[in-house]
């Protein structure tokens, strides 16, 4: 499966804690991330994780290309809710529209992502191998 992580500053921190907890499970899958985020998971974790620009710089964009073409998988964005009334808020409040549309695991907090890490490690997101036969095949680049 393809999954990106996306995180916020205030965030990333977390979200490297998560990747780290569940290499293992990450391990066998396709990662891409925004530049610093991703950085920081695969220098914790020795994870390969295909790299886009900075969230300011049109990552997240590059990412939510990569949903709308049904590219993705499985979408991890540690949110900062405290960051309201950013320009992070635009970036969010599309990839959300995106998931929504097409029907893509979404979580923007650990809680809701172990649960989809969970159902990944039990084989329960294999439906996705149907609305996306290249999932296993496709690298993200």
Not at 110 to 118: D, F, N, P, Y
Request: hydrophobic fraction near 40%.
């Amino acid at each position: 499966m393809n999954i990106a992580l996306i995180a916020n500053d205030k965030r990333k921190e977390l979200l490297v804690q998560f990747c780290t907890a569940y290499s293992g499970i990450l391990r066998v899958h396709s990662l891409c991330a925004t530049n610093s985020t991703g950085k920081l998971i695969a220098e914790a974790t020795r994870l390969p994780i295909t790299l886009y620009p900075p969230g300011s710089q049109g990552g997240v964009q590059r990412i939510a290309a990569r949903v709308a073409y049904n590219e993705i998988d499985m979408l991890l964005y540690f949110r900062d809710p405290q960051g309201q009334g950013t320009s992070d808020d635009e970036d969010f409040d599309s990839i959300t529209r995106l998931c929504d549309s097409f029907n893509i695991p979404f979580a923007t907090n650990i809680a809701t992502a172990e649960v989809l890490i969970q159902g990944l490690r039990r084989g329960d997101l294999g439906w996705r191998d149907i609305v996306n036969p290249m999932a296993g095949k496709a690298t993200i680049g």
